[in-house]
């Protein structure tokens, strides 16, 4: 087992085809995790990420703010505190930060064998 506490984590990073974002990641291959990889992303008003699909499962946790995840069909998604979304594999999906506030949220990642 391993604890990380909420100060720690590997160091503040943008991922790939995000803009206003950074991720705090907390779990992932470095802490001996084989498939998991979990992180903390916050999202500057107006921030997000771009249309792109991934092999991996995802589930995303609202923890503070709004985010409006929109997939390639048109859906929409807002994402508020409490609120979980699950993405399979392949799907395609935009983010966007909503409202005046910084967005939080937990995002789940498991690499598929």
């Known amino acids: ?8 984590g590997q160091p503040p990073k943008q991922a790939k085809q995000h803009f206003g974002q950074n991720g705090v990641t907390k779990v992932s291959q470095e802490d001996g995790s084989r498939r998991l990889h979990v992180s903390v992303s916050h999202f500057l008003p107006g921030g997000g990420a771009e249309m792109y699909a991934s092999p991996t499962e995802r589930v995303y946790y609202g923890i503070s703010g709004a985010l409006m995840v929109r997939g390639k069909n048109k ?3 807002l994402l508020g505190p409490g609120d979980v979304l699950y993405i399979p ?10 409202g ?5 949220m937990l995002v789940i990642i498991v690499k598929l064998d």
């Open 1 to 8: 087992m391993k604890l990380i506490k909420k100060d720690q």
């Open 75 to 77: 859906d929409e998604y």
């Open 89 to 98: 594999p392949g799907e395609e999906r935009s983010i966007e930060a909503v």
């Open 100 to 104: 005046t506030e910084t967005a939080t």
